[in-house]
DNA sequence: GCCGGTCTTGACGGGTTCCATACGCCATCA
DNA sequence: TGATGGCGTATGGAACCCGTCAAGACCGGC
């Protein structure tokens, strides 16, 4: 299910936006301050933001800067505000679309169903990975032959395989799974790169997919 | 450089759009016809369509659909018709955006630059370089053939294959990979671009690609 | 309160990478 | 022709990083 973070002052327009957003199945978190809002993007994962630029704390382009500094998630911006250079402003800093205050319910669902749509068609190829034996469901979260794996094992592994071929870095990892203050301590992954080789690999002390590179971090190997 | 396709019926909009394109330094074509924009698609392979919904041949949502059924190249619609249905129609159809006549040419810029900026986070991660017979992928950390870099070593290629063709003085080099207080330490880099030469060159006692300038600094001739 | 699973923390051996030193080559210039 | 400075190459020890084992801390369910 999508989940959808709407970001407003005004109580009202959350509300409506709520109500009209779980009519459709979509799953609704709501902030009303730039400060809540970054704090609920990062704790609740959302797939999509919807963000009024009016914030009574933080201006709404600083905003869309604050979760494009670690996130790519969809960002729709809702505004008052009809001015070219508004417009303009929001789309560099890394908005997806912009629709004006009146706007209609039909018209934002369209949008947001134009937004969510690539996004989606990423997630749905990268469903399920083949990891030498192994079988990965990604969005179900089973492995085949009846392995199974902790929430720790889950994140760290989810990240490798989302970068196929690619080297990510073990300041990477550490700041997504454990957090930033935890970006020194190398010897966690360490230890949970031994239990998902041991888990998922033929041969453990020589993996074949889930590789080491000394100094710089771990790669997936299809 | 960004291809875009620009449809419209109208000369003196397709006119413009032209002029303002290509002094943005994007390469433009045009079609006045839904049968022409599809012939151009599927011949000229653009990065991002802008298609006018009111066409004299095929409706535009109809043009969405033709190219959908085998591209998902990002479509930007420009309409004249301001209504809510229209809107959903086409971003359901697989429009990426919608904008409404009349527009201010930096605001559809912007919307352009949204739009396109998806597809071209996974074109950067096509950074790969020819080094003599190997390929180097700065983004994924790999060279071909097997060939493993060592953090050191991929730090000073990267600057040298930032910098093709231009020169790198020691200077430069000491003070980014070893910092400020070692720009006199040249014998670190004599040390290093042996084991470059050797790990990338065809003849490592006669450089191809990684030159010294004597006195001077380095080079990457590609 | 007990118990199983999970997460954190510590310690150790082996291998690799990095750094330091030494030496030979070559071009330039006196 | 000899001195000099910059460069390429070889080698050894120190430091670092990784994989592994093991034990304690934490947390949930029964």
């Known amino acids: 299910m999508t ?7 005004e109580p009202q327009i959350l509300r409506a936006l709520r109500i009209n957003l779980a009519a459709r199945h979509y799953e609704v978190a709501v ?7 970054l704090r609920q993007a990062a704790d609740w994962q959302p797939d999509l933001i919807m963000l009024d630029l009016g914030l009574p704390d933080i201006d709404g382009v600083d905003v869309i800067h604050g979760v494009r500094g670690w996130s790519s998630i969809p960002i729709i911006v809702l505004s008052g505000r009809a001015s070219n250079q508004d417009k303009i402003d929001a789309l560099d800093a890394g908005a997806d679309d912009y629709v004006t205050k009146p706007f209609g319910i039909d018209e934002l669902l369209a949008r947001v169903r134009a937004v969510t749509r690539r996004a989606a068609v990423q997630d749905e190829e990268l ?10 469901d990604l969005s179900r979260k089973t492995v085949s032959s009846g392995v199974r794996l902790t ?7 989810e990240i490798l395989l989302r970068n196929p071929g690619k080297l990510v870095s073990q300041r990477q990892l550490l700041a997504e799974v454990w957090g930033a203050k935890f970006v020194k301590e190398t010897h966690y992954l360490r230890q949970y790169m031994v239990q998902l ?17 000394p100094g710089m971090g771990y790669r997936f190997m299809p």
Chains 1, 2 share one sequence.
């Open 151 to 157: 929430p720790t094992e889950w994140h760290i592994l």
């Open 197 to 213: 080789r041991r888990k998922l690999e033929a041969d453990p002390a020589h993996p074949a997919h889930l590789i080491t590179e």
């Open 3 to 9: 989940r959808i973070l709407v970001v407003d002052d």
């Open 31 to 37: 902030a009303a301050d730039g400060g809540a809002a």
């Open 127 to 136: 469903a399920q990975v083949q990891v030498g034996e192994h079988v990965v």
